[in-house]
């Protein structure tokens, strides 16, 4: 097996996917010619043609407006946000008419629609190219909300949300689109939109996590594990809907819970995560469970060592993983 | 033009009129809960619009949708039902008066949100561009939308890409209870898709033919690979915005002033002064307008509410 790159795993998945089913077309600010801006859809243009790898104009909520409009006629289209920060103008788009389409029709209209927005910190792009965005989007039922963490899931996850008959948000950890590196197949597979991951057994304690702070959480485990803190680590890869089954199963096993997340603490993703164990493994708890999340601010601030405090990474979450084993 | 296809015209402003008459009445009633906006004085509009149209061409409209749906083939039943939010309407209950639709008659729905279903419309057209079918899509809206951003995107990009879309801007002159001329550095509204060098005109909206006329031409032009068009339909609505509307920003004498200018009545009087159809035969299908939005209205208070778990489903497509 080869080992690639996220970026690459991505760029593959849309090529593979533009091959195999003609109504897929990819839209977006600069997706064309120039290849994206983080590169994703190079050599595309050239390969599918500008009807189908479109470059549109400045404009946000018509490049989600018009993915709804052509899902719903038939096609699939892969929207393209350049940055997650700049989801907004479209979020009226998302929450009011691509969640809502098929219950509005009572399933006569449904949008197979892909929204793919790179998101997070790291990588000194400051406050409107940072951002983690995912809890905006969780808290809408006809949506879909896929964070991947390894070239292998953003592949297939990327695959299975271009087939999915329903409007899927896909973030991707641009921080990892270079850094992270992994095993991809050489043929079809898809991974299913749905089930979390156990990428890591364990028996003191579960980490859940997602995209970048999961491949952190990994590398966190592996240096707590030479103090042999043994930890079981969950991808979550899909934040809705949730896989409930899979945390319920862990946190009984493990009896400690803790969430990562990089988007900022109150009102983030991880406090559904903790709900969920207290409604459903509160007998199993050994300890009150824990969140490690990004500092309440409003965005991740420009100057270096600002970021570093903002940015979580492995030895802040191996700290967090200590407290917690030692409660 | 045969004498049907303009008591077919007729018929369907009448339905129109009839069905939002009782509507109101129901409303007033307390059996249609919630907003409820009325299409009275504006049923030339819709009706000439789509009356040119194949069965390729899609319709995409606002939350002033009863009247289109009744335009694209939905039976008066289907709509008062929804209106009463019963299981048999064309939305089932879950739609309401503002989101109809209805994929198989090519209605692309009502929708609420002012200007949000413009780029809907564009993605419709990119669809029929990209697959290379004939269809056109009717985009309508109101002139309180021509202010929104959705709207410059929207027009922006469909003349960007060349798509088979007609831009409709129903201008009554009012967004809710403000004039244009108060909400627009515009009045003349078709002048904005001149910022986007997309051909435009404008037409009586009161005047049937002539909206079914200018219609049948852009979409004409649309299908031979034009591009785009802009149409303003100037008309009129008799009653206020929602049913709840006190109507303090304009004077009666307006409304009178208009109403006498009534699109139904001059239509009326226009049949039986060109000898198309004599008063007796006129009566005689008023009669059965009324019959057929009496059984509609019996038909939808007969109807079941929708079953409680009807709420969870449909959330997601499960199978494609």
């Known amino acids: 097996m080869a080992e690639i790159t996220m970026i690459e795993a991505i760029r593959q998945a849309m090529d593979e996917e533009l091959a195999r089913d003609e109504n897929v077309f990819i839209v977006g600010e600069d997706v064309g010619q120039r290849g994206g801006v983080f590169r994703a859809t190079v050599g595309l243009f050239d390969k599918y043609g500008g009807e189908r790898v479109i470059d549109s104009p400045l404009a946000e909520a018509s490049i989600v407006g018009v993915g709804i409009g052509a899902a719903l006629y038939g096609m699939r289209p892969i929207c393209e946000i350049q940055f997650a920060d700049f989801i907004h103008p479209a979020f009226n788009q998302i929450i009011n008419e691509a969640a809502k389409m098929c219950y509005r029709s009572n399933g006569d209209w449904t949008v197979p629609m892909v929204i793919r927005a790179p998101y997070g910190g790291g990588i000194g792009g400051g406050l409107y190219h940072s951002q983690s965005l995912e809890a905006l989007f969780t808290h809408t039922p006809g949506l879909k909300v896929v964070v991947p963490s390894s070239p292998y899931d953003a592949k297939g996850l990327l695959k299975s949300a271009v087939r999915d008959p329903n409007p899927v948000l896909y973030f991707e950890p641009k921080k990892g689109y270079r850094l992270i590196k992994g095993e991809v197949p050489e043929g079809e597979y898809t991974v299913p939109i749905g089930p979390a991951n156990v990428t890591r057994a364990g028996s003191d304690l579960t980490v859940f996590s997602y995209g970048m702070m999961h491949y952190y959480t990994l590398q966190a485990a592996e240096a707590v594990a030479k103090e042999g803190i043994d930890v079981e680590v969950v991808d979550l890869r899909t934040l809705y809907p949730v896989d409930r089954e899979t945390i319920l199963k862990s946190v009984s096993k493990t009896g400690k819970a803790l969430i990562v997340h990089e988007d900022n603490l109150t009102g983030g993703y991880g406090g559904e995560i903790a709900a969920i164990i207290a409604e459903g493994a509160f007998s199993d708890l050994d300890a009150p469970v824990r969140r490690l999340a990004g500092p309440d601010v409003p965005a991740v601030p420009f100057s270096h060592p600002m970021q570093d405090w903002f940015m979580l990474n492995p030895a802040k979450i191996a700290e967090a993983i200590r407290q917690l084993a030692r409660y | ?320």
């Open chain 2, 1 to 320: 033009m045969e004498k049907k296809e303009y008591l077919d015209l007729y018929h369907q402003m009448v339905a129109i009129r009839r069905m939002e008459e009782r509507a109101a009445e129901l409303y007033q009633q307390g059996k249609i809960g919630g907003f409820l906006h009325l299409y009275i004085g504006q049923e030339a509009v819709s009706t000439g619009l789509i009356a040119p149209r194949t069965p390729d061409d899609r319709v995409i409209t606002a939350y002033r949708d009863h009247g289109v749906a009744y335009n694209c083939g939905l039976s008066a039943r289907e709509i008062i039902a929804e209106l009463l939010g019963k299981a048999t309407g064309c939305s089932k209950g879950k739609g309401g008066s503002m989101h109809m639709a209805d994929v198989k008659k090519n209605y692309w729905g009502g929708h609420a949100i002012v200007g949000a279903h413009l780029p809907l419309a564009a993605g419709l057209a990119l669809g029929d561009l990209y697959s290379k079918t004939p269809g056109v899509t009717i985009c309508m809206f109101g002139d309180g939308a021509t202010n929104i951003g959705y709207f410059h995107e929207a027009l922006n990009l469909s003349k960007v890409w060349n798509l088979p879309v007609l831009w409709v801007c129903e201008n009554n002159q009012y967004g809710m209870g403000t004039a244009v001329d108060r909400a627009s550095a515009v009045s003349d509204i078709r002048k904005k898709a001149d910022g986007y060098a997309i051909l435009n005109d404008e037409v009586d909206g009161m005047d049937v033919l002539a909206v079914k006329e200018a219609s049948a031409k852009m979409l004409e032009e649309i299908r031979a690979g034009g591009g785009p068009r802009f149409l303003e339909i100037n008309t009129y609505r008799f009653r206020g915005h929602s049913m709840g509307d006190p109507e303090r920003y304009r004077k009666a004498d307006e409304v009178h002033r208009y109403q006498e200018n009534d699109p139904i009545g001059m239509f009326r009087k226009y049949l039986i002064a060109a000898g198309i159809a004599s008063e007796e035969e006129i009566v005689k299908l008023e009669d059965v307008i009324e019959e057929e939005v009496r059984d509609a209205v019996e038909f939808a208070e007969n109807s079941p509410e929708p079953a409680p778990e009807e709420l969870y489903t449909n959330v997601y497509f499960e199978t494609y």
